[in-house]
Structure formats: C-alpha cells, structure tokens
C-alpha cells in the first residue's frame, strides 16, 4: 500500500561466466551445483532489485539436468520476477549454455525460486506490486498464480 | 538381469562441511547455492557406490530452505537411494545443522535427486536393483514409486 | 578474405556477478584483481564469439579504479569488439557496478583488451572483419585506429 | 570440575568430499594441503563438539603420505576425542579413499591434532572430561598419555 | 614532512605461487585474471609496507601477455615502490615464470601500479619520502616522474 | 652417480601471499589448513628444483600453532633443502607473518617435509646431492641425519 508497482524488465537479471576447469568433474561436464548456485544469485539479485531488500532464497522447484555443459562454454542465468505476494516473489531463472567455437545456444535448465524480501531484523517485509507490460508477462502471472495456489491446498 | 541387487545402506553417503566465510554472505549466512552443491555431490557419490559406474544428474526436486545456516555451522548432507529404475536411481538427500557452541542439531532441507549411470560413450547403461531391508525403505520405495507413476502421466 | 564480416552487436558480452565476502578484504572493497579476472573473461568470451576460435590476451590497456565496489554490488563487464586487425582485436570493457538496496548503478572501469584467435597449435589465424553499424561504433573503430598506429610508431 | 564428562562417540565427527580436479595437479592426484585442511577442519568440529566451544589448533603430529588419492575419489576424516587435558584435547583422525568405480575403500593417512578450547577473549578456558567406554578408547587414551609425558620430558 | 623517508628495499615485495588447475583453461594456459590478481596483491602488500597504511589501487597500467604461463610454472610476482608523491606510490611490478622441469625462468610480465595510503575513513593521507640508494632506482624514479607530468599534461 | 650434485641456496624457495577473508573463520584467524598448504607447496616446489622432477609429499613431520595468524597479515613459507636420500628429500620450510600497518613480522611455524622424485610412471628416481656451503647447512644437514636414523630405528 502507498508502494509503487514496478515492471518487470526494472528487475530483469543476467548472471553469466565463462565456465573453467574448477566448475567441472575430470571429464570435463559442469557440477549441477555450479549451475544452482548461478541460479540462486540470479533469482537473489532480481528480487533485490525489485525489492530494494536483502532477500533469502525460501525454496527452489524441479529442475531438470537435460543438456549438459561443457569447461568452455558461456554459461548466462536470466531471471526475471513472475509474480509477487506480500513479502515473496517468485522468480523464473532460465539458463542458456552457448559452444564458444560453433557459435551455438542451447537452453539448458528451467527453475522457480521463491524469495522474500527481509528487514535488518530478518523479518519478512511488504515489495512493490509488479507491473504487468506484456502478454507473456501475464501468462508467467497466471501460471505462478495457479502454482500458489496448488501449494496452498 | 544378472546383475546383484545391492542394500540401501551400502551405498549410504554423508557429505560433510564446516561452513567457512567463503559459504556466506556479508551476514554470515549460508548460500543456498553451497547447499545445493553438497546435496549434489553427496547425490552423485551415492548413486556411483549404488550403481559402480559414473553418473550424471538428470533432476532435482523442490528444495525449501526454511531454516537459515550460519558460518560456523557444521553441514551434513545424507543421501540413500529411494528407488532404481533400469539405469535411473531416485536419490533422498536430507541436509542437518549442528551449531557447535549450543549443541543443537536442526533438519535444514529435503531433496529428491534423479541420477542416471553412464557408460563410457555417456549412454544411459543398467543399474544393480535395490535390496529392501527395513519397513522405511519400503516406505520411501513405493512414495518414490508413485511419484515416478505422477511424473509419467 | 573470404570470410564474411560480422557486426559489433553479434559478440557483445555480458560477464556478470553478485561480490560475496571471498572477493573483498576485511573492509568490504571488492580487491582489483576480482574486477580485472572479469574483464579478462568478458574480453575473452566476446573474442571467441567473434572469430569462432580459442582466444588469447594479448594486452590490457591502463585501467582506472576510482570508484570503490562493495560486498553485496551487482557487477556487470560489458565487451565490445572496437576493432580487428588480421587475428588481432581491440575489445572494449565496460564496468558497472549496482548498489541493490540503493538501486543506483555506477560506471566504475573502462578497459581496452587486445586478444588474438589461435589455431589448435596455438599459432595467430585470421578473424572475421567488423561490420560498423552504428555511429558509436564507428568513432570506436577511429580511436583505436588512432591507438594502433601510436603504438607501431 | 562440576563439568560433567562427556564420552567419545558424542564428539566422533566425519568431514567428507569428493576430490574434483581443483583439488589436484594436472596428473590428477590431490594435493596434501587439501587432506590436511580437512583433517583440520575435522579435528575442529570434533574439538568444538566435544568443548562447546571455539577450539585453536595447537598442533599436528607427523602425517605421511604414503597412498595417493585421486579427483574422482570419496574422501573421508574421521575424528575421535583421544586424550583431554586442562584446556586442550588430542583428536585422532583417520582419513579414507574410496574409489567409487572399483569400489575399494583404502586407509590413506593418520594425524594427531592437538586443539585447545578458548574464551570469547581468547583465553584457554577448562573442557569436559572424557568418559571412556570401550577397550579401544581406553588403550587410545593410555597411548597419549604417554605421548603427553614424552612431549614434557 | 617530519615523517622519515624509507628506502627502496625495505618495502620489495614478493607474491609468489605455484600454479595449479583452478587457476587455467582446459588447454593449461594460466588466465591473465590469475596474473593480474597476483600483480595486485603484491602492489598492495608493497605500498603498505612503505606506507604502514591500508591501501587502495588507484590504477593499473598497459600490461602485456606475450609469454605464456603453464601449469605446474612456479609464478612470482617482484614488486618495488618507483616514486612516491604526497600520498600516491608507483608501484613496478615484474613477473617471472619458472618451468620446474626444465629448470627455465622467463620474464613474463610488466605493470605499474598506482597505489594510494587511505586513513580510516578512506580519505588519501600522506606517505614516507622514497630514499634512493642506487642507480637504478634513481632512473626509475626519473622514468615515473616523466610519466607522472605526461599523465598531467 | 654422474649426476652433479647442487648447492641448497639454488632451491631455496618462497611461496607468499596476503591473507584475505576466504583463508580465516569469522574471527579473522587463518585456518592452519591455509598454513599446510603453503608449506606443502613451498616444499614442492623446492623439491622440484633440486631434482628438476615432479616430486610428490611422503610425510610432513609435527607442525605447532602457537602464533595467530590475522586476515590482512602477507605470511611467507620459506622452504629449503635440509638433506637427500638416493630418491628422497627432507625440505625445512619456516613460515613468517607480516601485520603490514605494525610493521612487525614474526616467526609463526617451522616444519620439515619429506618429498620422493618420481619419473613419469610415478616410480622414486635418484635426485642429485646436495653441496653443502655454509655452516648452518652444515647443521641441519647433520641433524636431518640423526632424525633419519631414528626413523629407520
């Protein structure tokens, strides 16, 4: 109440790296948990962004492993705000994993992550509704909406 | 076919850390990110002492991260396999906090880990069944089977 | 010769990260060599994208590090290839940092990056020409023109 | 005095990792300094567990390095309390190599850590007493005993 | 002025590393971030040695790659105070490469760091006078003089 | 036999670094594991000088931590040889600590590593002879000897 909305594209995220030997096992495929971790700072910024807040990582969903990543590869997280509650946002991270040498991008891995925003005391505390700008931004909203829902019951 | 069914607690895994500055934030705590990749190693090695071969990550469930972990804290990431498929392992992995100076030791998070064992070539190759011994093996069996059924409709 | 030119905005690269506590000194200041490992990365990325081939550093021009970064900012390294000689590019970095309780972004490092593409036996191969589209690009390209003839003189 | 005693297996701590190549040279064997920091780290925990409170390492006895362990390999510490003191406690730890392909578990390396407990001020301050329970630790605690006499001859 | 001026010698610094997997790309090149970061510290411990202050890089000149590092090289980073003014030091840094096999140590890279003094509020404060005991040091501080005026001009 | 034997001072080693956040618990005290890994890698490289082999770590005798270590100390491992075997080396490796505001540095651990030379199979080759120079090498020398019998009795 009384706090501006904010579009989506004001806290739209890219976390990205060159993806080198420490990321990965000996024959050369990235650890999943190198992908999370880019993930979890993807989704972390882009609610901090919305918020204006520290914000904590409350859960991840399913993601899937599909496509692997190579020590070579660029690897970008993208995370944009889906829908937000009074103190929780949830964020869809989308991560793309492009051949340097061929010049191909594959996206490789889906994932929601919820996180609320907190004050210096570590309790929950109100962000800015969302602006809703396109017709794919409404559709994530809806979808997230049913998701909360499902969770709730 | 041929192949020895193995016990759940043969392949039992514990992935262990005392969480250092490097794991936090400026406030001292604990990324998600450092969690999920102990969950993931501790996934993997479980699955490679079930299965004797290497394996690969395909999935992994919906984390929640309620309890926060401090620098500090000492972290253990327990894995079992809940349930083989022909060449995949369905993997639970339970993470616990101890914080040292008070003594008390919480349960931080759950996941579910799809792995999948590799040949050589990187293909999909057959995994040792699972030997039921206890009435929770068989518990965590047949919810592993239903959701496995779930995913599949 | 032969090969087809490509446009400055087909490799532009974005090298991004949240500074977490291993980054900074006891004080919170993001150390210098952090900053300038993303640079080489960014520079390198944007390189390879360009000539499709394994990339080297070459050189790195003067860097200023006026602006301090914190613990908890969202750094961006932006690479734009400025211009390529015969297996030779200048690559352009541009360094942002973003306060996210704040919200405000600042310029903080420009660098000038030389990279050449090599062959599988580490020897100098020829890369694509730039195909200037825009105005910015083409008073890029004349500086470092400029530049490159100093530097011969 | 007045401070109960506590028995061995309260304390027993295991950190556990699986080796990736950061952790080795370029043939593929790990380091020394990274068993070390785990035995240390091992030692840590079990000498905080055992205190309740922030331990120093005072010491390490000689180590030898005599089974090389390689990325790939499931390594485990094992900590046991041996022997307290005033302020300072012996912990012996035991590391493990397991080749997860093979299968084979080998005993890599032995160390004696000795820590000592200390105040918020740094101070050394009293630690439980240890209760001995079984044959093994009786003859662990007799063994450093002498160990103890022999360091102060 | 009243504070007393130190010699050359008294501040040479030495950052020195052997280098390992982490710190280089598939084909075993050491990424000049790695380089850099080491030629950072080792300005950073040699302006603090002078000045007795924490301090801040303030800029870093045009560094060439033109010898490749390898892993397995031992690497040392040889930083000496060229010139001082009121609280700003020019740091010379020089990089040598030594393949332990061969026994071969090579010159690999050059830089000069701008290092200023910080009191605990961050603001620039005043730095000991350079006391020039040999030759060379004396046409360094001429070299950094010039180089101080042309940057003025 | 036919092999030259070389001077001490022609493998003398250091191996140095500016302590930062990463290597120390929140108190601000370096890990010892960060210690032992500085004098593993000293004593490595020494090794490999002396022998001009890869050269891989047998034992590393009791090391005493009885002097703190600070987050922002720069801390040196010096490393040299004190006596060789036919294959083997015994390296003394003395580790120094910097405050760089106080300007006082002191002697923190003292610690002797056995090292074995090794051809390409990982199998022990002779190493050269050490040429003895001065009087103080004269001593350790004699009284790596001693330790050596003890050993072996």
Known sequence: MG???KPVRASTTYISDL???PDANLRGSVFGGKVLAMVDKAAAVCAMRHSGRPCVTVAMERVEFLVPIRVGDYLVAEAR???VGRSSMEIGVEVYS???EKGDRRHT???L???VAVDPKGRPC???RLLIETREEKAR???AELRRKARAA
Chains 1, 2, 3, 4, 5, 6 share one sequence.
Do not use: G
Request: glycine residues 0%; aromatic residues 4%; charged residues 10%.
């Open 81 to 83: 705000v889906n829908h």
């Open 19 to 21: 993806m080198s030997p």
């Open 98 to 100: 492009e051949d340097l």
């Open 3 to 5: 706090m501006q909305s």
């Open 141 to 143: 909203f809806a979808a």
């Open 109 to 111: 891995n889906s994932c």
């Open 126 to 128: 109100p962000v800015p």
């Open 113 to 115: 992550v919820t996180m």
